[in-house]
């Protein structure tokens, strides 16, 4: 254990998810041995991101203004929604250069043991915008997981509700390149499940 402030550098980067000990130690050193106009510019990007970006009124994803890109693009569809768990999926989604329609962030997926509930996640700002817009189909693109797959049902049972509304669930199974062989039960159950005429 290190000493004052190299130990609460090494101690704050810890916290961030996805760096473990070893990881934010390593980082720590690098930062401790960067030149300081590369760490005062990391310190201005910071401060940029904390005081600059807001979530999105509409969508909740992230943006410098209070209405996102995406929401004021009026080339983009504002009958279908999909919804995704974080911001990062929206760029996920985006790479895709298939979808042509807006999004709605939930910030996060269902997660009892965590203590998040539906009232943790932005699903009654969702329910609110498809009762007000026109929205026609709703399309859930939360993660394959345990949390994703549980709140993609709650949705559906939620999404019930609305007249004429078509929801659908992102497709999964088998990934370009993969053999049979390798593929999980789940996944591979899943595929066949979800086939399609060719």
């Known amino acids: 254990m290190y000493e ?11 916290r961030l998810p996805g760096i473990g000990p070893k990881s934010a130690q390593r980082i720590a050193f690098h930062l401790l041995a960067a030149e300081p106009a590369d760490v005062t510019r990391l ?17 909740g994803n992230v943006s ?16 279908v929604v999909c919804v995704v768990e974080e911001p990062k999926d929206v760029l996920a989604v985006e790479r895709t250069r298939e979808f042509r329609g807006r999004y709605h962030v939930l910030g996060g997926a269902l997660d ?13 700002e969702l329910l609110t ?5 026109e929205i026609t189909e709703v399309i859930i693109a939360t993660d394959p997981n345990t949390e994703g797959e549980a709140t993609a049902t ?3 049972r ?6 004429g509304l078509n929801v659908t669930r992102l497709a999964s199974g088998l990934p370009m390149g ?3 062989e390798f593929a999980d039960e789940l996944t591979l159950g899943r595929a066949l499940s979800g086939r399609r005429a060719v």
């Open 178 to 180: 993969g053999d049979l």
């Open 43 to 59: 310190q201005e990007v910071l401060q940029k991101v904390k005081e600059g970006v807001v979530f999105c009124d509409i969508c």
């Open 64 to 79: 410098e203004e209070p209405t996102c890109r995406i929401c004021r693009d009026a080339r983009r569809d504002p009958a």
């Open 154 to 156: 709650y949705l559906v």
């Open 112 to 124: 009892p043991l965590s203590g998040v509930g539906p009232d943790q996640l932005r699903v009654r």
């Open 129 to 133: 915008r498809i009762g007000r817009d």
């Open 4 to 14: 004052g402030p190299v130990q609460d550098l090494i101690d704050e980067l810890g």
């Open 158 to 163: 939620m999404l019930r509700d609305f007249p």
